[in-house]
């Protein structure tokens, strides 16, 4: 138990669903961070939160909408997603946003786009 | 282009054997981490080597890193079959504040 909780830990969407990954962290962190973990492929970075304003925005498709209405909570809206879109999604915090200590992660989401 | 490379991609061992693997990275970085992932959950931190820092050691872990060689090792020493395991290094970069840039990962499997 990392003290990052994500939900649902599995999730199966069609291409027309809307659906929202959650992440919640109560360990104090400044920084929270969605990645995105294909198979046969390095974490990709996808959006980067401090003190609940978003601060990079990794190129990433706009039907990944994140949200972060307080420091602990950081959601991924997810709306007409494409089968390579399967993966497993992990959120993770940090103490600050400039990498002077570890992240810690969830257990992930893995979704499935049918 | 990605930031660290891991070598090997795969490693099997015999428990009781040490394990290494390599981590190289293009750019100047702030500090370099090392991460480990069951299969299909979350990656876990092993440890963190600041870019001023030569090794690193952590119970059976042992990191080093050469800013020289923009590289840097973990050794899983006397390995036991609960580190099978993918591990990851992840760099964060000296002027891009924040942005873990992971690996592909190196697949460690340790035989009983």
């Known amino acids: 138990e990392t003290g990052v909780t994500q939900t649902p830990r599995h999730l199966v969407m069609g291409m027309t669903n809307k659906k929202s990954l959650k992440c919640e962290q109560h360990l104090g962190h400044n920084a929270m961070y969605w990645y995105k973990q294909s198979a046969k492929k390095p974490l990709e970075l996808m959006f980067v939160?401090?003190?609940?304003?978003?601060?990079e925005n990794n190129s990433v498709p706009s039907r990944f909408s994140p949200e972060c209405p307080n420091s602990s909570h950081l959601f991924l809206h997810l709306h007409t997603l494409q089968p390579e879109d399967s993966a497993l999604y992990l959120c993770a915090s940090s103490q600050d946003l400039w990498g002077a200590a570890e992240a810690f992660f969830g257990q992930g989401t893995r979704l499935t786009v049918v | 282009s990605q930031q660290g490379e891991e070598d090997p991609q795969a490693l099997s061992i015999q428990e009781g054997e040490n394990a290494t693997m390599n981590c190289s990275y293009k750019t100047s970085i702030n500090n370099l981490q090392w991460y480990r992932q069951n299969s299909g959950r979350g990656l876990v931190h092993l440890i963190l080597i600041r870019s001023n820092e030569r090794e690193k050691h952590s119970g059976r872990l042992r990191v080093t890193l050469d800013t020289s060689k923009k590289s840097s090792s973990l050794l899983i020493t006397a390995s036991r079959a609960a580190d099978t395991a993918s591990y990851f290094c992840?760099?964060?970069?000296?002027?891009?504040?924040?942005?873990?840039?992971f690996g592909q990962g190196t697949e460690l499997s340790v035989k009983p």
């Open positions: 939160y401090s003190l609940e304003e978003r601060v």
């Open positions: 992840a760099s964060v970069l000296y002027n891009q504040g924040g942005k873990l840039i």
